[in-house]
Nanobody
């Protein structure tokens, strides 16, 4: 069994910062890509930022220069540092990991439960 547990969401004023964390645990053999998605009310879920095991990153245009994704492979953890937050960043943020468990030879995508980020004055 694999769990992805997110933390760090909350309410912040425009211009503020938050740091999200997501730790993967369980019978994990290897994790390749990890990422953060978000879904605002009435909108489709979108990829915010992704990072490979080697550290290559990609971002949606709307967060470039404000958000930074990073990971600690030894801890199976991915982070999202969010600065200069805007009201339009308000959404539920989901962690995603493409990983292989010990009892399988295939990689599958796993999701966290989501954490609410609200940017409002």
């Amino acid at each position: 069994q694999v769990q992805l547990v997110e933390s760090g969401g909350g309410l912040v004023q425009p211009g503020g910062s938050l740091r999200l964390s997501c730790a993967a645990s369980g019978s994990i053999f290897s994790i390749i890509d990890m990422g953060w998605y978000r879904q605002a009310p009435g909108k489709q879920r979108e990829l915010v930022a992704g990072i490979t095991r080697g550290g290559s990153t990609n971002y949606v245009d709307s967060v470039k220069g404000r958000f930074t994704i990073s990971r600690d492979n030894a801890k199976n953890t991915v982070y999202l540092q969010m600065n200069s937050l805007k009201p339009e960043d308000t959404a539920v943020y989901y962690c995603n990991a493409n990983l292989r468990i010990l009892s399988s030879d295939r990689f599958h995508a796993y999701w966290g439960q989501g954490t609410q980020v609200t940017v409002s004055s």
